[in-house]
C-alpha cells in the first residue's frame, strides 16, 4: 500500500495533463491534416499541404508576431533591469513594498487593463485631445493603430515578468562579491560587467522565457491596441478557428507557431535546467 | 566617485518610481472614470463626480450574468485544482517513483505552453470529440492552466519540509491519516493558500484559452473585449476597481499574516 501512495497522489493530476494536454496536441496534430469543411465535416487525408498552404497566406503575420515579441523582449530587458537592479541592492528595507507595487497591475484584469491604453491612447482622448486642444501636438497625431502601440502595450502587461526573475538572480548575488571586485581596483562600471551582470544572467534567460512566448502569441494588444494593419498570428487563428471554422488552417498555424516556440523553450531549458526555469516561473 | 554613484542611485530610484507610475496609470484611470458622470453614450471625458455607477452596478445585465459566471468557475475550477494539485505536488515532492522525471516534464510543459495553443488544441480536442462547449469546458481548461502554479508552489513547500517531523508523528502513533492532517498539511498550507489564490486569480483573468473553449457561456473578460466597439458602461470600471480593492486587500492581509508568524 505505501509502496502504491505516490502513483495515488499522482493520478488524478496527471490524468488531467495527459487527457486535457498532451492528447489535445494530437488531436491538433490530427485535424491540421485533415481536409473539408465545418458543413460537411472534416476527414483525415494526411494533407501537408495544408502547412504550406497556411504558412504562404500568413506568413507575414507571423513574422510580425515574433519581430513584435522580440521588440517587446528587448524593451522590457532594457527597461526592467536597472528597475530590479536598484531594488535588490537599494531597497534596503522596503524591497517587497516596491515587488508589491510593480505587481499592482495584476490586480486588475489582464484584457481591462490593455483597453485601459486604448482609453488613454485615444486620438481624441483624455490625453493627445487636450494636448491638441492646447495646440501641442498636430491633429493627425495618432498612437492607436501603430506598431508602437502594440509593442508597446506588450511591453506594459509583460514587464513585471522580466524584472521579477532579474530582481530574484541579483538578490542573490553577494554584495560582498561586488566589493571584493572594487577592493581590487575594479570601477563601479567594470565591477558590474565582470561580476553582478555574469552572476544575473539565469534571471535573464527566465525573464526572456517568461514574456518571449507570451508577448509572441498574445492576440490581446493586437486587436485592442493595434488596428487592421497590426494583425497579429495570435488574431488569425482565433478568427480562422472560431469565425471561419477553418480547423485545419487553424490548427497547422497553432502547430508552427507553438512548434518555433518550443525549440526555443528546450534550447533555453537546456542550458539552464528545466527545475531552474520551473522555480523561476513559480515566483 | 562616490558622488556619481550617489547621484546615479538617485536617479535609479526616481526612474523606479517612474516605471511604478507607468505601470498604474491605467489602473488609475480605470478607477477614476468609474466616477464620470457621463451623459453622452461615450466615457471618454470626464464630466463630473458621480457615484450613480455604483448605485446602479448590476443594472446591465448580461454583464452582470457575465461577471456572476466568472466568479462560479474561479470558484470551482480553484476547488478543483487545489485537490489535485496538492496530491500531486506532495507526490512529485516527497516521492521518487516511475513516471516522476515524465510528470515534472508535463507540468513544466503545462506552464510554458502559450495560451493561445492550449485554447486551440482544446477547442481541436472537443471539435474532434464533438464535445459541446460550455461552462464545464471552460472548467476544464482553467484547471489545466492553473494546475502546474499550485503543483509547483506545493512542491516548495514540501521538499523544504523536515521528513523526521513525520516520522516522529509516526513514531507517536499517529496513523497515516493523521500523520498528514497533523504535521503534513498544516506545514505544506502556506503554499497551498498561495496555489489556491494564483489558480483564482488566473482564472477570473483568463481571456485567450476561454474565448477558445467557452461556446455561448460569457465571462467577465469575454464581455468587455466583446463590447469594446460600442463602448464600455462604467459598470465595468467599477467592477475592475472593486476586483482591485478586494485584491490588494487580500494580498495586504496576507503579507500582515506572514510577518506575524515570522
Known sequence: MRRLTPYLLALPGWMWLAIFLVVPMAAMASVSLQTGNAIDGFAMTFSFSNYGDALSTYSTQLLRSLLYGGLATVAMLLIGYPVAYWIAFRGGRRKSMYLFLLLLPFFVSFVLRTISWNFLLADNGILFGTLKDWGLLPEGFHVLATTFAVVGGLTYNFLPFMILPIYVALERVDPRVVEAAQDLYATRAAAFRRVVLPLSLPGVFAGVLMTFVPATADPVNAQILGGTSNTMIGNIIQTEYLTNLDYPTASALSFTLMAILLVGIFVYAKALGTENVLEAAAR | ?262
Not at chain 2, 506545493?154 to 492532517?181: I, Q, Y
Open chain 2, 1 to 262: 566617485m562616490r558622488t556619481r554613484g550617489r547621484l546615479g542611485d538617485r536617479l535609479l530610484h526616481a526612474y523606479t518610481w517612474l516605471i511604478i507610475a507607468w505601470l498604474s496609470s491605467p489602473i488609475a484611470v480605470m478607477i477614476l472614470f468609474g466616477f464620470n458622470d457621463k451623459q453622452s453614450k461615450s466615457n471618454t471625458t470626464w464630466q463630473g463626480f458621480t457615484l450613480r455607477w455604483y448605485a446602479e452596478l448590476f443594472d446591465v445585465s448580461d454583464l452582470t450574468v457575465a461577471l456572476r459566471n466568472s466568479l462560479v468557475i474561479a470558484l470551482v475550477s480553484t476547488v478543483i485544482t487545489v485537490v489535485i494539485g496538492t496530491m500531486l505536488g506532495l507526490a512529485l515532492g516527497r516521492h521518487r517513483f516511475r513516471g516522476s522525471g515524465a510528470t515534472n516534464f508535463l507540468v513544466f510543459a503545462a506552464i510554458s505552453t502559450p495560451e493561445l495553443v492550449m485554447g486551440a488544441s482544446l477547442l481541436s480536442l472537443f471539435v474532434s470529440g464533438n464535445v459541446p462547449r460550455d461552462a464545464n469546458t471552460i472548467i476544464v481548461a482553467h484547471v489545466l492552466f492553473s494546475l502546474s502554479f499550485v503543483v509547483v508552489t506545493v512542491r516548495a513547500r514540501v521538499v523544504g519540509l523536515d521528513p523526521s517531523l513525520e516520522e516522529a508523528a509516526r513514531d507517536l502513533g499517529a496513523s497515516a491519516w493523521g500523520t498528514f492532517r497533523q504535521v503534513t498539511l498544516p506545514s505544506i498550507l502556506p503554499g497551498v493558500l498561495a496555489g489556491a489564490m494564483l489558480s483564482f486569480a488566473l482564472s477570473i483573468d483568463d481571456y485567450v484559452v476561454t474565448s477558445f473553449v467557452n461556446g455561448s457561456t460569457v465571462t467577465f473578460p469575454l464581455w468587455i473585449v466583446g463590447a469594446v466597439k460600442t463602448g464600455i458602461p462604467p459598470q465595468v470600471n467599477v467592477m475592475g476597481t472593486l476586483i482591485f480593492g478586494i485584491g490588494v486587500l487580500i494580498a495586504i492581509a496576507n503579507a500582515v499574516a506572514a510577518r506575524r508568524r515570522a
